[in-house]
């Protein structure tokens, strides 16, 4: 019997072993896509206490402690911190089988040093524990991200924010690379009750009065052009829900723009008008060097009486079972055919759409790129060991893993980047099975180079090639 989460956690033979502790484990991590905020980095925060650092907007955890029939007091609503966290515990005790097990129990071995199982019978002492490490100068919000050896990461932000902290970051020469990430969702969200003051926002900071689609599309490109040369921005971000592309002429999103606000817009409608502007914004990340993030299949705020109680990303979404392989061959030929097809990252929430996904990127690989059109690693509810290897040998069965861009935490959490860990974990076991069966050689120099590249030199090379 193996002892609970050793260091051989989830290797599995010798081959395995050795290319996580020599090759996997020392790298450095480059997280492309999360949901912290630049200001608690650049304050470089300080936590009060574990439930602050740990429970605080991390909807993956409250959404199995309602499911272990917490009360919502001690999980969004004003009950005390310790409270709170014990209410995690007890479900945590009771959640073997659900990758969050493993993760709490790796951020407090990675960050706090506790390798035994979290349970009511010590929670006293794992608080106190945790606590008081909390008020070492190390604890910090920077300390934290060093203790994982994050050497860069990309937030998420919205077109109209003016990224102070991030630029104080770079001024400052910060040893953590902070970037933005364009994510335009406000911009085409034409049925929304608050578009027009939200393009009255948007006008006043490029000085463009926004009066067309086109005058809208003028007034993003100001602010993608902003967010390149005062924050670095490497990368942009596109939530797609229900469908994904329909084409639209510039002639009917004028039509529609004009009609905003003053009637109820069909659903076709508003698909046209949001795909007029991903294919503009997709010839302008093209234009800019920058990559583009589709994330596909959510189905958002699930439970209309908790959206109105306690609002958006906590724990009421759920994946969609669309089909959606021709809209999405339309989005991608459309921005093709034009010579203006960004680098493309794909992300599927649904693990019935890595092998459609994988099949599809293959269809526009273009030299000098080494997978210019990305299958992206697994993603929300396929993110835990099962997903993490389907998606790596469906890229490996349709394309080339060799080429994968690897592993990212789309979390809110600093204490989330173990979850890189328990990727290179299995990707290292995945490998090492394939070494011990003899499906590829036992080639050290080569295995080498391949963990290398998808732990953090791909992506790192990823978002700094110019097209």
Not at 397 to 405: C, E, I, S, T
Not at 428 to 440: A, K
Request: glycine letters at 6%; one cysteine or more; aromatic letters at 12%.
């Amino acid at each position: 019997m193996k002892a609970f989460m050793d260091q051989e956690f989830l290797l599995s033979n010798e081959t395995a072993s050795r290319l996580f502790h020599e090759v996997a484990e020392p790298m450095e991590i480059y997280d492309y896509h999360n949901h912290l905020d630049a200001r608690e980095i650049y304050e470089d925060r300080s936590f009060e206490n574990l439930t602050q650092v740990w429970l605080g907007g991390d909807h993956y955890k409250w959404r199995v402690m309602r499911a272990y029939g917490i009360s919502e007091e001690l999980i969004t609503g004003d009950g005390a911190p310790y409270d709170k966290y014990y209410a995690w515990v007890e479900t945590l005790e009771h959640a073997m089988g659900n990758p969050l097990y493993h993760w709490s129990h790796m951020e407090l071995q990675r960050y706090f040093g506790i390798f035994e199982p979290l349970t009511t019978r010590n929670a006293r002492q794992v608080w106190e524990k945790c606590n008081a490490k909390l008020k070492e100068p190390g604890f910090s919000v920077r300390g934290l991200l060093k203790q994982q050896k994050v050497k860069a990461l990309c937030t998420t932000n919205d077109p109209v924010e003016d990224l102070k902290w991030h630029r104080l970051l770079q001024q400052e020469n910060s040893e953590i690379e902070v970037y933005p990430t364009f994510r335009p969702d406000g911009a085409m969200d034409v049925d929304g009750g608050t578009y027009t003051s939200y393009l009255e926002k948007l006008g006043e900071l490029t000085g463009i009065s926004i009066e067309s689609p086109a005058e809208l599309v003028n007034a993003l490109e100001k602010r993608l052009e902003y967010f390149v040369k005062e924050a670095g921005c490497k990368i942009t971000d596109h939530s797609l829900e229900e469908r994904i592309f329909v084409p639209c002429t510039e002639e009917e999103a004028e039509a529609i723009f004009a009609r905003r606000g003053q009637e109820i817009l069909t659903q076709e409608e508003i698909m046209k008008y949001r795909s007029f502007l991903l294919e503009k914004l997709g010839a302008l990340y093209h234009k800019y060097h920058l990559v583009m993030q589709l994330h596909m299949g959510a189905m958002r705020n699930n439970s209309d009486r908790m959206y109105a109680k306690i609002g958006p990303n906590t724990g009421y979404d759920s994946m969609d079972d669309m089909n959606y392989a021709r809209e999405l061959r339309l989005l991608l030929n459309t921005l093709d055919a034009a010579d203006q097809l960004p680098r493309t990252i794909l992300y599927c929430l649904n693990p019935k759409d890595f092998d459609m996904l994988a099949a599809a990127a293959g269809n526009y690989q273009e030299a000098p790129y080494r997978g210019k059109v990305q299958l992206g690693p697994a993603w929300w509810f396929c993110d835990n060991r099962d997903g993490m290897e389907k998606q790596m040998k469906v890229l490996a069965n349709q394309g080339l893993l060799f080429g994968f861009v690897g592993m990212l935490t789309d979390s809110r959490s600093f204490l989330s980047f173990p979850r890189h860990e328990y990727f290179r974990r299995i990707l290292c076991n995945l490998i090492g099975v394939w070494v011990e069966n003899g499906e590829i050689p036992c080639d050290w120099d080569m295995l080498k180079e391949f963990i290398e590249s998808i732990c953090y030199n791909n992506i790192s090379t990823y978002l700094l090639q110019i097209q």
